[in-house]
């Protein structure tokens, strides 16, 4: 079971969320400020935080950067009143894997948790299994049908984030953006051309297919799975 700090000095808060976690099959541990996180996170292991920013003794991001800084890579999720780009830009630059703005929907909340947490085993192991197809991202390798073949940096990349989600449809843009760099000066067809290197590279394996979906973009999908 997954251990999940919630951080939040509000009392009412601070149950809600610690309610729906654990309702969702988490193992909730409370604590109302940045302080107090500190000393759970001493005594007992977190798989990832839910923190508030605006608390007293020690804010979110002060928490935050401190974790960092003592190497907690653990995923952070910030929730805060706070809305503007500067506040978001203050967060994710402090540490934070994602941020949400109150007032808050509980179910996605819950749907954000299950998601960094697939990220955050995806990026402890380096490795993505699909059927008896392995890729290797500190090798840049991808092993299929008893042949591994070591990609160029984008194209691996590429595979790579496809086959984290499987069955996620990705736009073009977004595909651009997090490959490339957002001020990078290639354009969405450098996409379409890694894409159709990949599908020539592995037309011969049975476990995956990256599937075009017309008008929006990509998405990757097990040979088990409806296309």
């Known amino acids: 079971m997954f251990h999940i700090l919630v951080v939040e000095d509000n009392p009412d808060m601070r149950e809600l969320f610690c309610t729906v976690l654990d309702e969702s099959g988490y193992q909730s541990v409370p604590a109302a400020d940045g302080v107090e996180a500190l000393a759970v996170m001493e005594r007992e292991y977190i798989d990832l935080i839910v923190a508030d920013i605006m608390m007293p003794r020690m804010d979110g991001y002060e928490l935050t950067r401190s974790l ?73 390798t991808v092993t299929c049908n008893g042949r591994t073949t070591t990609l160029p940096q984008k194209e691996f990349y590429l595979l790579y984030k496809l086959l984290s989600y499987p069955g996620k449809i990705f736009t073009r843009q977004q595909l651009m953006d997090e490959i490339w760099g957002m001020f990078s000066e290639s354009d969405e067809r450098t996409v379409n051309t890694h894409i159709n290197r990949l599908r020539e590279r592995f037309s011969d394996c049975r476990d995956f297919q990256i599937v075009t979906v017309r008008g929006l973009g990509y998405k990757a999908v097990k040979c088990t799975d409806e296309s």
């Open 68 to 140: 960092r800084e003592a190497g907690y890579d653990l995923p952070i999720l910030m929730v805060t009143a706070k809305d503007q780009f500067e506040d978001m830009q203050r967060g994710f630059r402090s540490g934070t894997d994602d941020y949400m703005v109150k007032p808050i929907n509980v179910r996605e909340l819950v749907l954000r948790v299950e998601a960094l947490l697939r990220r955050a085993r995806i990026s402890s192991e380096k490795k993505i299994v699909v059927g008896s197809t392995v890729l290797d991202y500190d090798a840049l």
